[in-house]
Every structure is written in structure tokens, then in C-alpha cells.
């Protein structure tokens, strides 16, 4: 009768740790500025509308929007991507130690790193603007037809700053173009 008892209360203990603990586990990566990457920020930060619990949570958006086709992405853009988390995660840290400062050094923390969220945001939205369109299927695609896309994207790419230039400078841009040999 005791061993049962012991083993019931072992169970119950386990069960409410458990269901203690995965919510608050959960919270925690759902708080993370950058997957794999834990944050200082205090848990209640995920639903309270402090300035700074406002800042983090844009700085979680910005990355989301700015990562959102990194797995497709390659070269210079998976750089631009990872150099918007790594100040993601620099400012994130910043937040968490304003954070707990009172007075006016919170004050003119938050100042400081509230133009910076900023920035990381419109970084964030022109990279996710700039991101690699590819075709909705790659699976199947051919590495000829990939390639054939992607020159399809520079070159109306380049139309598009050629037109620029003319309504700019009001003339038409003459485009050199090296000689092909074959």
C-alpha cells in the first residue's frame, strides 16, 4: 500500500512539473529573437506592453519576416539574413539588460535602441523585398531551367534600373555589352 502511494505521489509530482514546465519551456523558444539562440528577455515580456517587451517583440518579427525565404536563399542574401540576426541578437541582449535599468539610464537605453529596432526592421523588410524568387516547385525543376529563371530575374532586373535612369536623366541608358564570342 505505501509503495503504491509513493509511486502515485511520484506520478502526480512528475505530471504537474510537467505541466508546469513544457508551457514555460515552450514560452521560452517562442520568446528566442533567433531560433536556437536563448534570450535574457524575462518571460513576461511575451504579453506585457512595456516599451521594451514592444521592442523585442519587433525585433522577433523583423527576423521571422527577413528569414522567411532563407532556406531557399543563397550567396549574398543568406548573408544579409544572417547579418540581421546576428544584430538581432545583439540587440536583443541590449533590450534585456535596459530592461531591468530604472530611471533614466532605462530611459535613455531604450532611446537609443528604439531608432536602432527601427533600422533592423526596414533592413529586415528590404531583404524580405529583395528575397530569391524561385519557381513554387523546385523539386522538379531542372538545374537548366533554375538557371534560365534567375537570368530571367537579372535581367529584368537591369530593365528596371535602366528605366529608373531615364526618368531620372530624361535620356535613354545605353547599356555596353561586351562582345560574345562562340
Known sequence: MLTTLAILAIVVLASTAAMIGVPIWMMRRRMRVVPGVRTRAPLRW????SRPARLQRRLRSAVLLSS?????????FAELVLDIRREAIQ????????GRASGPLRRAALGDLSPRVARLEDAARRV???APASPPDDAGVDTLARLEHR????????????????????????????????
Not at 68 to 76: E, L
Not at 91 to 98: F, G, I, N, P, Y
Not at 157 to 177: F, K, N, V
Request: glycine fraction near 4%; aromatic fraction near 2%; charged fraction near 30%.
Open 46 to 49: 511575451a504579453v506585457v506592453p
Open 68 to 76: 522567411v525565404d532563407s532556406a531557399r536563399a543563397d550567396g549574398a
Open 91 to 98: 540587440l536583443d541582449e541590449a533590450l534585456a539588460v535596459a
Open 128 to 130: 524580405a523585398n529583395l
Open 151 to 182: 537570368l530571367d530575374m537579372v535581367e529584368s532586373a537591369l530593365r528596371e534600373i535602366d528605366e529608373l535612369d531615364q526618368r531620372s536623366t530624361g535620356t535613354p541608358t545605353e547599356r555596353s555589352r561586351p562582345p560574345i564570342w562562340l
